[in-house]
């Protein structure tokens, strides 16, 4: 079982920067990717950004050169750098783990942008 906390939410105006994290626990050693979705009120979640257990990432086309994700070198807390931030982003972040067959998900954590 693994359990994802995220934190780094909030409101930011158009232009800003924020960084979400999300702290990974208990059989982290079986992860394979962690990644970042979001989700707006009404429409589908959709996938954001991924990181493999190696480093490797890869992002939605629409958020790639704003976007950054990142781990640290525990690999047990994965980081959304988001910069640009562009009311269109507003939405519930979610952090998502694969293991195997088994697919976990922290709470979501709100990032609004508005001036």
């Known amino acids: 079982q693994v359990q994802l906390v995220e934190s780094g939410g909030g409101s930011v105006q158009p232009g800003g920067s924020l960084r979400l994290s999300c702290t990974a626990s208990g059989t982290i050693s079986s992860l394979a990717t962690m990644a970042w979705y979001r989700q707006v009120p009404g429409k589908q979640r959709e996938w954001a950004a991924g990181?493999?257990?190696?480093?490797?990432?890869n992002y939605a086309a629409s958020l790639k050169g704003r976007f950054t994700i990142s781990t640290n070198n525990a690999k047990d807390t994965v980081y959304l750098q988001m910069n640009s931030l562009q009311p269109n982003d507003t939405a519930v972040y979610f952090c998502n783990a694969v293991a195997g067959f088994d697919y976990y998900w922290g709470q979501g954590i709100q990032v609004t942008v508005s001036s």
């Open positions: 990181i493999t257990r190696y480093g490797t990432p």
